[in-house]
């Protein structure tokens, strides 16, 4: 397997195309909001004697904006290295994660997506399916409500498993960032090089 490589994320956007273009398009649990305002020139009254006189300025209320959740992963280095450990107790997986998407982080166990969040919103986390040391495999084979745990310094996360997909090795869409917290786990597709497994577990709690 070689190093997982992505294109920068744009919020908000994904993949509709197998070249992996990141197209503009709102995603699950992501919500968007704009700041609007418009003036009022040309709305107005005409007097008895014929003298336009203008309205105040008429302007629309600045709406809140939402932005998708990110937490970085600065300070969260462990004393060992790892940034946090991922357990999956229906298949006997406790694995610690390393920073960044790379043969080196999986050969240690599993990779965290340095484009997607370390904590809040969408944690990105990825691994060998086999022949390695640390595979996940079996990942593939998870239920809808089957539990993940992830721990790092700030504490431990609890979610339900919601999809297992198979996607095309180019559909990142499922990396973006979210709202909501949940974990997105991938590995490769055994003799199937253009796919990947993915699943996406959603927060129970904190």
Same mark, same amino acid.
């Given at each position: 397997?070689?190093?997982?490589?992505?294109?920068?994320?744009?919020?908000?956007?994904?993949?509709?195309?197998?070249?992996?273009?990141?197209?503009?398009?709102?995603?699950? +649990?992501?919500?968007? *909001?704009?700041?609007?305002?418009? #003036?009022?020139? /040309?709305?107005?009254?005409?007097?008895? !004697?014929?003298? &336009?006189?203008?309205?105040?300025?008429?302007?629309?209320?600045?709406?809140?904006?939402?932005?998708?959740?990110?937490?970085?992963?600065?300070?969260?280095?462990?004393?060992?290295?790892?940034?946090?450990?991922?357990?999956?107790?229906?298949?006997?997986?406790?694995?610690?994660?390393?920073?960044?998407?790379?043969?080196?982080?999986?050969?240690?166990?599993? +990779?965290?997506?340095? *484009?997607?969040?370390?904590?809040? #919103?969408?944690? /990105?986390?990825?691994?060998?399916?086999? !022949?390695?040391? &640390?595979?996940?495999?079996?990942?593939?084979?998870?239920?809808?409500?089957?539990?993940?745990?992830?721990?790092?310094?700030?504490?431990?996360?609890?979610?339900?498993?919601?999809?297992?997909?198979?996607?095309?090795?180019?559909?990142?869409?499922?990396?973006?960032?979210?709202?909501?917290?949940?974990?997105?786990?991938?590995?490769?597709?055994?003799?199937?090089?253009?796919?990947?497994?993915?699943?996406?577990?959603? #927060?129970?709690? /904190?």
């Amino acid at each position: 397997m070689v190093d997982y490589q992505i294109p920068e994320l744009i919020y908000g956007s994904f993949s509709k195309t197998q070249a992996g273009i990141m197209e503009k398009a709102v995603l699950p +649990g992501l919500q968007q *909001s704009a700041v609007s305002s418009t #003036g009022g020139a /040309g709305y107005g009254i005409t007097s008895e !004697g014929g003298f &336009y006189i203008s309205a105040p300025e008429l302007q629309t209320p600045s709406l809140p904006v939402s932005k998708p959740a990110h937490t970085s992963v600065e300070d969260m280095e462990r004393k060992d290295g790892s940034i946090g450990t991922v357990k999956i107790p229906s298949l006997g997986i406790n694995m610690k994660v390393w920073e960044g998407e790379t043969n080196t982080s999986m050969s240690k166990g599993l +990779g965290h997506y340095s *484009s997607t969040s370390a904590w809040d #919103g969408n944690v /990105g986390i990825c691994g060998h399916n086999r !022949g390695a040391k &640390y595979v996940i495999g079996s990942i593939k084979n998870l239920d809808k409500g089957d539990t993940i745990t992830y721990t790092i310094v700030y504490g431990t996360r609890t979610y339900a498993v919601a999809r297992v997909k198979t996607i095309s090795s180019s559909d990142w869409s499922y990396l973006q960032a979210t709202l909501d917290n949940r974990i997105t786990l991938t590995t490769c597709l055994a003799n199937q090089p253009d796919k990947r497994i993915c699943v996406q577990a959603v #927060g129970k709690c /904190g």
